[in-house]
């Protein structure tokens, strides 16, 4: 892996959990990068006040700040697109970004979107990235998309205080997939030294077994040393349930839809993916949580802690 030809590569999203990741990753690489992002102080660095070399930071107030993301992406060969959060307004934002890159002259771009984006998706938020894929299909770039499954840490924050998964998910299972695995098939890539051979390609990513929420509660316990249990609720329980934390009717049916999903049997798909441009398997839910203890410490009882600790 390496460079392709010196270009420079936009990411968006920097300070979060997947484009933090992938700036390390290109840091390492050797990669000229820009790190888009609204607060310059979170953008990832080697410490100290040092920044990563290679990378520049551009800072913008979102997708829809036409002005801001334009400029962010000026000069930039590649952008690297992770979807916004959750809202009524996402598909705009996309969009928004989408032809700031095509104003900028941007040649290329990599989104985030995820497993069974389509108009018909159980899942409504996949149904924001089918819309997206659309306008980024007809926006006249280069372009790649990665479908990423839900990821391993989403699965952990679905336990409740009292220890208990609840949602309509029935038997149904999930591929889940780690934040590493998606940044480095994203860092595969980017830096690939063949890049066209990505064109107009989806990929799905997802971790190399699907679970149900049973099993998914199973390794919770042995790993926190407390009980955790699934217990399948009915749509109507579902919403129900979640009502009382005062998200919009848009979050709440993103949350109630992803557990749908999952009893549909649309999360449960097994790809090839990371082994195949990362050469290596991908890594399972039980490596992560034996990987990132500190990622899911909250589940755990007062006084456990791990072995040898």
């Given at each position: 892996m390496g460079t392709t030809g010196g270009d420079r590569i936009a990411v968006t999203g920097a300070s979060g959990q997947l484009g933090t990741r992938l700036a390390f990753r290109l840091a390492a690489e050797g990669a000229h990068q820009r790190l888009v992002l609204r607060d310059p102080s979170r953008a990832p660095g080697l410490g100290d006040g040092r920044p990563l070399p290679e990378c520049e930071i551009a800072v913008c107030d979102g997708y829809t700040d036409t002005a801001g993301m334009r400029t962010a992406f000026e000069g930039v060969d590649t952008v690297f697109l992770v979807s916004a959060r959750e809202s009524a307004d996402r598909?705009?934002?996309?969009?928004?970004?989408?032809?700031?890159?095509?104003?900028?002259?941007?040649?290329?771009?990599?989104?985030?979107?995820?497993?069974?984006?389509?108009?018909?998706?159980?899942?409504?938020?996949?149904?924001?990235?089918?819309?997206?894929?659309?306008?980024?299909?007809?926006?006249?770039?280069?372009?790649?998309?990665?479908?990423?499954?839900?990821?391993?840490?989403?699965?952990?924050?679905?336990?409740?205080?009292?220890?208990?998964?609840?949602?309509?998910?029935?038997?149904?299972?999930?591929?889940?997939?780690?934040?590493?695995?998606?940044?480095?098939?994203?860092?595969?890539?980017?830096?690939?030294?063949?890049?066209?051979?990505?064109?107009?390609?989806?990929?799905?990513?997802?971790?190399?077994?699907?679970?149900?929420?049973?099993?998914?509660?199973?390794?919770?316990?042995?790993?926190?040393?407390?009980?955790?249990?699934?217990?399948?609720?009915?749509?109507?329980?579902?919403?129900?349930?979640?009502?009382?934390?005062?998200?919009?009717?848009?979050?709440?049916?993103?949350?109630?839809?992803?557990?749908?999903?999952?009893a549909a049997g649309r999360m449960a798909g097994v790809s090839s993916t990371v082994e195949r441009l990362v050469g290596r398997p991908a890594r399972s839910f039980e490596q992560w949580l034996d990987d990132y203890p500190a990622e899911w410490q909250e589940l755990r009882l007062p006084g456990v802690h791990d072995a040898g600790a």
């Open positions: 598909v705009t934002e996309h969009v928004a970004a989408i032809d700031a890159a095509v104003d900028a002259g941007v040649e290329r771009l990599v989104y985030v979107s995820f497993v069974d984006a389509s108009p018909d998706a159980v899942f409504t938020f996949a149904r924001d990235h089918f819309h997206t894929e659309q306008h980024l299909r007809a926006s006249g770039l280069r372009w790649t998309v990665l479908r990423d499954n839900l990821y391993h840490r989403a699965l952990a924050s679905f336990v409740g205080a009292d220890g208990v998964i609840r949602g309509p998910a029935g038997q149904g299972r999930v591929a889940s997939v780690s934040h590493d695995d998606v940044a480095d098939v994203a860092t595969a890539v980017l830096l690939d030294e063949r890049p066209t051979r990505h064109d107009s390609v989806v990929y799905d990513v997802t971790g190399p077994q699907a679970l149900t929420l049973e099993e998914v509660a199973a390794l919770l316990s042995t790993a926190s040393g407390r009980p955790v249990t699934y217990h399948p609720e009915t749509v109507e329980e579902a919403y129900d349930s979640r009502r009382r934390l005062g998200a919009s009717a848009v979050e709440l049916a993103g949350w109630v839809s992803s557990y749908e999903a999952i």
